[in-house]
């Protein structure tokens, strides 16, 4: 299997949260929740939810859907059902959510004073990417903004649904969290897809431009290892010719025929003492 393929049967980010249908199934217990307690009081309300939360982990198992949302509704309306029963009052059945949002909200802000933005770690774990993009600061930037996105997203829940917590009824509250719940987090989402394909822009750009500098290089030394050569074929061919020099006076005497060498007198003297 190539490499273009399993990145076309990478499953997305919303594939990998359940899907619409995961998300809209996780926002049922809190419904539920509400109307029982509206009609019944709290303690079937409790129940209630439970066994929605169950439900839906049951559906989407058989559905062959990702069960993530419904283990994370399972967990938290299990929490937020035993802080309902300890305070005794359908509120604390919010108390949960909104204390997660400040640690949340907390956690986003600090990703981004070390410079390691949640947005961006998050994303490349989810799908593998690694932390190239943390060599690049103009993506570092990015992933902040995004970052930035959903530490708002969160902190605004907290503010609003905590003052509701304190004035307002089990209704408005279930309100504002179904409100500021996906909704919210669709624009939080946006801003991270526009940091991922900003980032990943950037990131193929330089890596294409690496590969052609490399292949230049490459290019050049292919060149430069042909002129050194041909350098050795002409200093070989040099050697050669000076072997092949015109012979002194002395090689052609001795390479004369017998008849045709000079007698002793012909023959060059060497220079005397006094003539030097």
């Known amino acids: 299997m190539t490499q273009a393929n399993e990145t076309e049967k990478q499953p997305t980010m919303l594939e990998q949260m359940g899907g619409v249908t995961g998300l809209a199934l996780s926002s049922l217990p809190v419904v539920v929740f509400v109307l029982v307690n509206a009609f019944a009081g709290l303690m079937p309300a409790i129940w209630s939810a439970l066994g929605a939360a169950v439900l839906i982990g049951i559906a989407l198992a058989l559905r062959k859907g990702s069960v993530q949302p419904a283990v994370s509704a399972v967990f938290g309306v299990g929490i937020a059902a035993f802080i309902a029963y300890r305070t005794g009052d359908a509120k604390g059945f919010f108390l949960f959510g909104i204390w997660q949002s400040l640690v949340y909200g907390g956690a986003f802000i600090l990703s981004i004073l070390v410079r390691w933005p949640l947005a961006g770690v998050v994303w490349s774990f989810l799908n593998g990417q690694g932390t190239a ?18 530490a708002l997203v969160f902190c605004s829940r907290f503010v609003v649904q905590r003052w509701l917590y304190d004035e307002a009824s089990v209704g408005w509250l279930a309100a504002a969290r179904l409100a500021m719940g996906y909704p919210l987090m669709a624009v939080a989402l946006f801003a991270t897809v526009w940091a991922v394909r900003r980032s990943d822009k950037r990131l193929k750009a330089a890596l294409a431009a690496e590969e052609e500098e490399n292949r230049e290089a490459e290019e050049r030394l292919r060149a430069q290892a042909a002129g050194n050569q041909v350098t050795d074929h002409q200093v070989a061919g040099d050697a050669d010719a000076g072997d092949r020099a015109e012979p002194n006076i002395y090689d052609r005497m001795l390479d004369a025929p017998a008849d045709q060498r000079p007698t002793g007198e012909q023959r060059p003297q060497p220079a005397r003492a006094d003539e030097r």
């Open 133 to 150: 993009w943390r060599q690049d600061k103009a993506s570092v930037r990015d992933y902040d903004i995004a970052t930035l996105v959903w």
